[in-house]
Structures are given as C-alpha cells and as structure tokens.
C-alpha cells in the first residue's frame, strides 16, 4: 500500500455499482463490462485479475484508443493501485490512457454539460487526460516508492501528464531524479521530463551522454538530444555506437511506444530534413552495418530499410554498408541484408555478383537473393530464374509483379518463356502460381506468343484466368485460332466462365454476339434495383460499356439494376451505381440517366471508406463531357480534400472549364503531390492542364518534387514505397523537361 492506505472492498463496490456504466461506451460498445473487469482487478485470484487486465486493455485501451469509459474507470484503478494491488500493471494502464488522452481546453469544466444543453461535450481524449491529471499525486507519490519497478511505472506514467500536468509533474520528477540511483528508473524518468518539458531537461539530457552514465540512461539522454532538437554531434554518434546492439537496453523500458530505439533516433533526424542529419543517420547506419555484432548488423539492416523509404538519397550512400553486412552473414543472411539489397535498386548494381552467386543456392537464401537481384538487374534476374522458377517461389513472384501495387519488372527472356511455357504444361490447379505466370505473360504482351499452344491447352484448367491472358499475347496470325477456342466456351461451362471467355473474344475480334445475351442473363439474375450490392452488375456494366450503341437491348436491364434513388447505399452499391451509369451513357449516347445517378454518389461525402468510390465517380463524370456540367458544383466541393483533387479538377476541366481557377488549381494539386495524398494523379493533371502555362513559384515545387531528398512516395506495400517513387521522379522530370 501508499502511504498506508487501507482498501475498502465492500465500499469499493459499492461505489462500482453506483455508476451507470451500461450508458458508458468504450472499444466494443456499452461500458457494462467494466465493473466486473474491476472487481477481478481488485480481486485475490490472480488469474482472473490478468484476465481482467487483459479485458481492460482491449476495452477501454484499445491499440491506445480511449473513450468515456476509459477517463470513468480512472478514479478506480488510482484506488487499486494506491492499495498497493499489482500497482504496476495498474500504474502502467493508467499511464497508456493518460498517453492515449489530450491536453483538456484549460477554460473547460471538469465534466461536460447535461445531456441536450448547449455545453460542448469535452472529448473523450481531454476527459481521460483530465481523470489521470487529477490523480497525479498518486504516480508522483509511487515515485518514491521502494520497489523500484512501480518507481519506473510511476515515472512513466507520468510524462504522459502532459502541459495539463506537467507544473506538478515535473519539480517532483526532477526531485527524484536527483537522488534516484537506478539505472532504468533514472532513464524513465529523463524520458518523461523531456516529455514534459524539453526545453528545460535538454541540458540534463547533454550531460548525460558521455560514459560514465550507465548504458540505460546514456541511450535515454541520446534519444532525448535527438527529440530536443539539439544538434547531433560526434558525442552521440559514438554513444551509439558504444551501446550497439540498442534493442537490449530497450527491452526492460516502459516506452514501449519507442522500443527500437536506432530506428527511432534514425526517423527523428531524417524527420529534420537537412543534409547534415541526412548524413548522422548514414553515418551512423554504416558504421552499425559493419559492425562484428551480428544483432547490431540487424538492427541496422531494419533501420536503412526504413532509410531507404524515407530518403531518395539513402540507396546510394548506404549501398556499400549493406553488402558488407550480407558479405559478413556468409550463407545464412541471418541480417536480412541479403533481402535489403533489393530495396536499393538501380543502386545496388555493385551488389549483383554478390546476389547471382548467392542466387545459385539451395532453399530460401538462393530465393531470396534472386528475389532482392529481380529489383537490381532485372536482366540478369530474368535469365537465372529461368533455371527452375518452381523453386524460386519470393523471386517469382518478385518477377510477376511482387506485392499487390507494383508492377512486373523482368522483361520477357527466351529461357524464362521456355520455362514458364513448361509450368504451363504441367502447372496443377490451386495457389497463387497460376495468377503469378499469367501476370508476366501478360505484361510481355505479343513477346509471349510462343506461349499460346500451352495456353490454350491449360484454358479448360483455367476459363476465368486465361481468356485475358490469351487476348493479351495473341499475335495478329494466331488471332483466328485463339478466337475459335474463346468461343467454343462462351457455349459451355458455368455462367462465369462463359462471360470471360465471351468478354475476351469481343476486345479480341470486337464479336459481341455471344456476350450480349450472358450480359442479359447477369442483370436478370442479379440483385440491383432493390439495394443489393452484386459484383456481377458491374462486371456486366463495365463489358457492356465496352460494346458501346450495340448493347442498347440491355438498356431496360441496366436502369433496372440502379439502386433506388435516394436510398442509403454502401459504397459496393454505389461503385455498382457508377458503372451503370456509364455504361448507360456509352450506349446511349445520352448524360440523362447518369447526371443524376452521380449527382447522387458525388453528394455524398460523409461515409467510411469512401474515397476510391468519389474517385470513380468524379472519373464518370469527366467522361461525360459538357452534358454534365450540373455536376461542377459537387465536383468543385471535392477541390479541397486532396484525395480528390486530381481527379475532381480533371473531371471540372471535361465538364465545365470555364470554371476552373488554373493557377488555384494548379496550386492545390501540387499540394496533394506534395503531402503523398495523391501524388500520381496529381502530376498526371497538371501534365493534362499543360505544364507550361505554370507559373514559375508552381514550376519551382513542381520540380522540386522530383529533386528534393525526402521521399514523395510515403506508403505502400512493403518493398513497393522506393519502386513507386522512382516512377514519379521520373514522371516529374519528363514533364518540366529534366532528365
């Protein structure tokens, strides 16, 4: 116990039993749960209090969200940690609240108005800081506590106070901090106070740095230079390096949100943007790459991955450190450096020796080292997985496209066709090899047609997947043969795989006869009209857009597929919407049926998840032309999230140029470039506007995103973020002109 203090069960309670909780909401809905949680907490049987724990963490802190459960549940683990009950777990929930919580308005009440009056209700993150704060003597008098983990949760806990409790927090942590003499407590505690207050603990941080501070408290004060801003000097770069690997010293932490600490100082210096910091991290990196630690060289492989995310620059400098590293692993690659030379492209060129002998291995190494060549020298790559791809599954798939959103990059090589032509012959159904092969094959185009024997042979194997394929590497002399096999299906087999086969012999011969009638039979079978979502409105939608004035007997179809207007839809009714209404304009002629079926989509801005949806709308409604103009004020109301503005300027510019503000256009879409929102469709428009009616300043950014250091390109897929940026460098500087 604190202080003495006595635990009154019964009272405890009661006074449980006094709050409606069942009105309070947390993660999963009513809070009705949370006082049984309590009583467990509280409770004598162990088991049951980690269950509770465990309940509480994924209720009312859940993934670090908090709610109005969470601030209600405040008072009542004060007073079960105050008693002395797993006072540290306690201490530690209550410090991921006050973490997960916000500064409150200072000119705010304590509680928020009666229901229906015209108070504003405080938000849930500035309740759950308020409830900590006013417990806050509770973790400062646990500082001083004899057991020297609840000292260290104390401390924690309390730099998560924030300004609202940093006046109290911050004279008593530093009081403990002048006397405390353990190594972990004395860097929790340095932590919390540059949370709290930076400015003033950042000389305490400076002279904690040199050796004779305990490791513990040396990595802490480094971090602390970093978050202050302090610049980075030798000093620090060498207590890095002193302390390598830094993981170790992070494990006992409490800072579980910054529990990597080398990636963490890496992202603080290249967050600062400048050249010198850019060249701390590498510094830094490479001499960790280096290192004779093998956990070092690991913890340094992850960060220049990040590294090499982040920054255009990072590949080139970090390039001869990471091949050490892989040169140091021998065959195992226990670093991942083997795998982090593919993330270096065109920059890793000095590492293909490296990556074609490895590549020559058995097992998952040899795997993996053509997978990381398939990036560096697609070339190269191509003509050794020709060897046998079924035993090279990562760099396979590498070659066909790697992760959803990247695109193949080997180019079509005579042995790797030969060897993907003999897959073809003895592939068997089932896994993703079948979708791997036909994306590469496709990618090649006519290069691949020696490919259409075999793929014609596999076409029973495959109705759905190969039609495509077919149509995209049959070569003008096969075109009659192919078309033969196409339409023999579109007779037989289930309805699916009728309507591939019959939507791949119209892009290839433009025969719509046998598509029309399964294009009828889809839109009778399936849901619309009645708010049902069908995916295969849209298949049939979309094909029959592509057979243009020819379809206008499925137009009854198409407007009975429409939802009802003015109904809630969800955004799967709404993309079915769009497509309808395109396809009725593509075989119409006419914008009447469409203008207000996307009036209604483009209207509608308030649902989750609802961006791609807008775009497909804004996208139809470009594709409409002058007859759309009703639609320029919703399109202009899309101007302003940068989401949208690539597509809902290019759409106002088909629609009704005359009201576009070209300059203030111009302006917003290099903002949407310039945050990563929407690069590609943001430089994609302002190449459609014209870049040389820019002004000089949008010139200026316009390049700018091409030549700067930090990466435009921000997420994706891991392995895609560095291949996609490239792509826009280079998109960028063809369209002002550069290399």
């Given at each position: 116990?604190?202080?003495?203090?006595?635990?009154?069960?019964?009272?405890?309670h009661?006074?449980l039993?006094?709050?409606?909780?069942?009105?309070?909401?947390?993660?999963?809905?009513?809070?009705?749960?949370?006082?049984?949680?309590?009583?467990?907490?509280?409770?004598?049987?162990?088991?049951?209090?980690?269950?509770?724990?465990?309940?509480?963490?994924?209720?009312?802190?859940?993934?670090?969200?908090?709610?109005?459960?969470?601030?209600?549940?405040?008072?009542?683990?004060?007073?079960?940690?105050?008693?002395?009950?797993?006072?540290?777990?306690v201490?530690?929930?209550?410090?991921?609240?006050?973490?997960?919580?916000?500064?409150?308005?200072?000119g705010?009440?304590?509680?928020?108005?009666?229901?229906?009056?015209?108070?504003?209700?405080?938000?849930?993150e500035?309740?759950?800081?308020?409830?900590?704060?006013?417990?806050?003597?509770?973790?400062?008098?646990?500082?001083?506590?004899?057991?020297?983990?609840?000292?260290?949760?104390?401390?924690?806990?309390?730099?998560?106070?924030?300004?609202?409790?940093?006046?109290?927090?911050?004279?008593?942590?530093?009081?403990?901090?002048?006397?405390?003499?353990?190594?972990?407590?004395?860097?929790?505690?340095?932590?919390?106070?540059?949370?709290?207050?930076?400015?003033?603990?950042?000389?305490?941080?400076?002279?904690?740095?040199?050796?004779?501070?305990?490791?513990?408290?040396?990595?802490?004060a480094?971090?602390?230079?970093?978050?202050?801003?302090?610049?980075?000097?030798?000093?620090?770069?060498?207590?890095?390096?002193?302390?390598?690997?830094?993981?170790?010293?992070?494990?006992?932490?409490?800072?579980?949100?910054?529990?990597?600490?080398?990636?963490?100082?890496?992202?603080?210096?290249?967050?600062?943007?400048?050249?010198?910091?850019?060249?701390?991290?590498?510094?830094?990196?490479?001499?960790?790459?280096?290192?004779?630690?093998?956990e070092?060289?690991?913890?340094?492989?992850?960060v220049?991955?990040?590294?090499?995310?982040?920054?255009?620059?990072?590949?080139?400098?970090l390039?001869?450190?990471?091949?050490?590293?892989?040169?140091a692993?021998?065959s195992?690659?226990?670093?991942?450096?083997l795998?982090?030379?593919?993330r270096?492209?065109?920059?890793?060129?000095?590492?293909?020796?490296?990556?074609?002998?490895?590549?020559?291995?058995?097992?998952?190494?040899?795997?993996?080292?053509?997978?990381?060549?398939?990036?560096?020298?697609?070339?190269?790559?191509?003509?050794?997985?020709?060897?046998?791809p079924?035993?090279?599954?990562?760099?396979?798939?590498?070659?066909?496209?790697?992760?959803?959103?990247?695109?193949?990059?080997?180019?079509?090589?005579?042995?790797?066709?030969?060897?993907?032509?003999?897959?073809?012959?003895?592939?068997?159904?089932?896994?993703?090899?079948?979708?791997?092969?036909a994306?590469?094959?496709?990618?090649?185009?006519?290069?691949?047609?020696?490919a259409?024997?075999?793929?014609?042979?596999?076409?029973?194997?495959?109705?759905?997947?190969?039609?495509?394929?077919?149509?995209?590497?049959?070569?003008?002399?096969?075109?009659?043969?192919?078309?033969?096999?196409?339409?023999?299906?579109?007779?037989?087999?289930?309805?699916?795989?009728?309507?591939?086969?019959?939507?791949?012999?119209?892009?290839l011969t433009?025969?719509?006869?046998?598509?029309?009638?399964?294009?009828?039979?889809?839109?009778?079978?399936?849901?619309?009209?009645g708010?049902?979502?069908?995916?295969?409105?849209?298949?049939?939608?979309?094909?029959?857009?592509?057979?243009?004035?020819?379809?206008?007997?499925?137009?009854?179809?198409?407007?009975?597929?429409?939802?009802?207007?003015?109904?809630?839809?969800?955004?799967?009714?709404?993309?079915?919407?769009?497509?309808?209404?395109?396809?009725?304009?593509?075989?119409?002629?006419?914008?009447?049926?469409?203008?207000?079926?996307?009036?209604?989509?483009?209207?509608?801005?308030?649902?989750?998840?609802?961006?791609?949806?807008?775009?497909?709308?804004?996208?139809?409604?470009?594709g409409?032309?002058?007859?759309?103009?009703?639609?320029?004020?919703?399109?202009?109301?899309?101007?302003?999230?940068?989401?949208?503005?690539?597509?809902?300027?290019?759409?106002?510019?088909?629609?009704?140029?005359?009201?576009?503000?070209?300059?203030?256009?111009?302006?917003?879409?290099?903002?949407?470039?310039?945050?990563?929102?929407?690069p590609?469709?943001?430089?994609?428009?302002?190449?459609?506007?014209?870049?040389?009616?820019?002004?000089?300043?949008?010139?200026?950014?316009?390049?700018?995103?091409a030549?700067?250091?930090?990466?435009?390109?921000?997420?994706?897929?891991?392995?895609?973020?560095?291949?996609?940026?490239?792509?826009?460098?280079?998109?960028?500087?063809?369209?002002?002109?550069?290399?």
């Amino acid at each position: 116990m604190i202080d003495g203090m006595d635990f009154d069960r019964a009272l405890f309670h009661a006074e449980l039993d006094a709050r409606p909780w069942a009105s309070y909401t947390h993660a999963y809905g009513s809070a009705e749960d949370v006082p049984g949680c309590l009583r467990a907490l509280a409770g004598d049987d162990g088991a049951a209090a980690e269950e509770a724990l465990s309940e509480l963490y994924g209720s009312i802190l859940h993934q670090g969200s908090v709610y109005e459960a969470s601030a209600k549940a405040v008072p009542f683990l004060a007073r079960i940690a105050a008693a002395g009950i797993r006072t540290v777990d306690v201490l530690l929930l209550i410090g991921g609240i006050a973490e997960g919580g916000t500064d409150p308005d200072p000119g705010a009440g304590p509680e928020p108005g009666p229901a229906g009056s015209e108070a504003v209700r405080e938000s849930d993150e500035a309740a759950c800081r308020r409830a900590v704060v006013a417990h806050l003597p509770l973790l400062l008098a646990s500082v001083e506590h004899e057991d020297r983990a609840v000292r260290q949760a104390a401390a924690w806990a309390a730099g998560w106070t924030g300004t609202a409790g940093a006046a109290l927090a911050v004279p008593a942590l530093r009081d403990r901090a002048a006397i405390e003499t353990d190594p972990l407590v004395r860097a929790e505690l340095l932590t919390s106070l540059v949370e709290l207050d930076p400015e003033g603990t950042a000389p305490a941080a400076a002279g904690a740095i040199g050796p004779d501070s305990p490791p513990e408290l040396r990595l802490a004060a480094v971090m602390a230079c970093a978050d202050t801003g302090l610049p980075w000097t030798r000093a620090h770069h060498e207590a890095v390096l002193d302390l390598l690997p830094l993981d170790r010293l992070a494990a006992d932490r409490y800072d579980h949100s910054r529990n990597e600490p080398l990636h963490d100082i890496s992202l603080t210096l290249l967050d600062r943007d400048t050249e010198t910091d850019r060249e701390a991290v590498f510094a830094l990196l490479d001499a960790a790459l280096r290192s004779d630690d093998p956990e070092a060289r690991t913890e340094a492989v992850w960060v220049a991955m990040t590294a090499c995310e982040i920054s255009r620059s990072a590949p080139a400098r970090l390039a001869p450190a990471l091949i050490s590293a892989a040169k140091a692993d021998g065959s195992d690659d226990a670093s991942g450096a083997l795998s982090a030379l593919g993330r270096l492209g065109p920059c890793g060129a000095p590492a293909v020796d490296l990556l074609a002998a490895r590549a020559a291995d058995d097992g998952d190494t040899g795997d993996r080292a053509l997978e990381a060549l398939v990036t560096v020298d697609p070339v190269r790559a191509a003509s050794l997985l020709a060897r046998d791809p079924g035993r090279r599954p990562r760099a396979f798939q590498a070659a066909a496209g790697g992760p959803v959103g990247s695109l193949p990059v080997v180019p079509c090589d005579p042995g790797l066709l030969s060897a993907l032509r003999r897959r073809l012959a003895s592939m068997e159904p089932g896994g993703a090899t079948p979708f791997r092969l036909a994306a590469l094959l496709t990618s090649w185009g006519p290069d691949a047609s020696a490919a259409v024997p075999e793929l014609l042979a596999a076409l029973p194997a495959y109705p759905r997947l190969l039609p495509k394929v077919l149509v995209a590497v049959c070569p003008p002399g096969r075109r009659a043969e192919v078309a033969d096999a196409l339409r023999a299906r579109t007779g037989t087999g289930p309805a699916d795989e009728r309507f591939e086969a019959a939507r791949a012999l119209h892009e290839l011969t433009g025969d719509h006869g046998p598509l029309l009638p399964l294009l009828a039979e889809r839109l009778a079978g399936s849901a619309g009209g009645g708010g049902g979502s069908d995916e295969l409105i849209r298949e049939a939608a979309e094909a029959g857009a592509a057979v243009g004035p020819a379809a206008a007997s499925l137009v009854p179809a198409l407007r009975a597929a429409l939802n009802s207007p003015g109904g809630e839809r969800n955004n799967p009714q709404m993309d079915d919407d769009i497509a309808v209404a395109v396809a009725l304009h593509r075989i119409t002629g006419e914008v009447a049926d469409a203008v207000p079926v996307l009036a209604g989509v483009l209207g509608d801005r308030g649902g989750l998840w609802r961006r791609w949806t807008l775009v497909r709308a804004a996208e139809a409604a470009g594709g409409l032309g002058p007859g759309a103009r009703p639609l320029a004020p919703a399109l202009k109301a899309l101007l302003a999230d940068p989401q949208q503005t690539p597509t809902a300027a290019l759409a106002l510019h088909a629609v009704a140029p005359d009201e576009l503000d070209a300059g203030h256009v111009a302006g917003l879409l290099l903002d949407a470039a310039e945050a990563g929102t929407a690069p590609f469709e943001a430089v994609d428009a302002l190449v459609a506007f014209g870049t040389e009616t820019l002004s000089g300043q949008h010139r200026a950014r316009l390049t700018a995103l091409a030549e700067r250091d930090r990466r435009v390109v921000r997420t994706g897929l891991d392995g895609t973020v560095e291949i996609a940026d490239e792509r826009l460098r280079a998109r960028v500087r063809a369209a002002v002109g550069g290399e």
